[in-house]
T-cell receptor
Framework: AQSVTQLGSHVSVSEGALVLLRCNYS??????LFWYVQYPNQGLQLLLK??????LVKGINGFEAEFKKSETSFHLTKPSAHMSDAAEYFC???????????FGAGTRLTVKP | KAGVTQTPRYLIKTRGQQVTLSCSPI?????VSWYQQTPGQGLQFLFE???????NKGNFPGRFSGRQFSNSRSEMNVSTLELGDSALYLC???????????FGSGTRLTVV
């Protein structure tokens, strides 16, 4: 079965600094990969996804992620953090054609002024 | 297009009771999945329904059950509630696997 490991349960950056949230996956078949963001007392919102094609995917709010098959990674980045980026971020994987999506433990991002 | 609607938003129940949570997916979405979110265990997959059939199931006891109706609306039921069932229950709908999920705002269940 597929699984996801997010390195670092808490990440703190200064406003304007680079955001890097790490995600490694395990899947026996080509995966679909996703990043979601969750604000307090809300559901999850899709930031971006990789299915096939271009390995660098751009999402909402200036985030992007690169699928690296050789490293089984799908790290999330944003060049310049904003205070509004403070939230919890989840990486997720599902096997192609299968809606059984598995989530990582989440990374809480704090942005310092 | 209306989003995923979960009702109720908040619920307080007593140990031993049962509870039913409801989820209305985005119109046209036939897949509905349920997740339990707790601070200690994170997001845990409960089950997925597609066209009224349970297609995938997570590792939860039989007290947790669900169903999907012909209009794709889904309900999940938890019987004989335990304190540890206190959690945010999230429903998500999807048109197809490559599109990802759209989540509802969740139902926060507190068991006392």
């Amino acid at each position: 079965a597929q699984s996801v490991t997010q390195l670092g349960s808490h990440v703190s950056v200064s406003e304007g600094a680079l955001v890097l949230l790490r995600c490694n996956y395990s899947s026996s078949v080509p995966p679909y990969l996703f990043w979601y963001v969750q604000y307090p007392n809300q559901g999850l919102q899709l930031l971006l996804k990789y299915t096939t094609g271009a390995t660098l995917v751009k999402g909402i709010n200036g985030f992007e992620a690169e699928f690296k098959k050789s490293e089984t990674s799908f790290h999330l980045t944003k060049p310049s953090a904003h205070m509004s980026d403070a939230a919890e971020y989840f990486c997720a994987v599902s096997d192609q054609g299968n809606n059984d999506m598995r989530f990582g433990a989440g990374t809480r991002l704090t942005v310092k002024p | 297009k209306a989003g995923v609607t979960q009702t109720p938003r908040y619920l307080i129940k007593t140990r031993g009771q049962q509870v039913t949570l409801s989820c209305s997916p985005i119109s046209g979405h036939r897949s509905v999945s349920w997740y339990q979110q707790t601070p200690g265990q994170g997001l845990q997959f409960l089950f997925e329904y597609f066209s009224e059939t349970q297609r995938n199931k997570g590792n939860f006891p039989g007290r947790f059950s669900g169903r999907q109706f012909s209009n794709s609306r889904s309900e999940m039921n938890v019987s004989t509630l335990e304190l540890g069932d206190s959690a945010l229950y999230l429903c998500a709908s999807s048109d197809r696997a490559s599109y990802g999920y759209t989540f509802g705002s969740g139902t926060r269940l507190t068991v006392v």
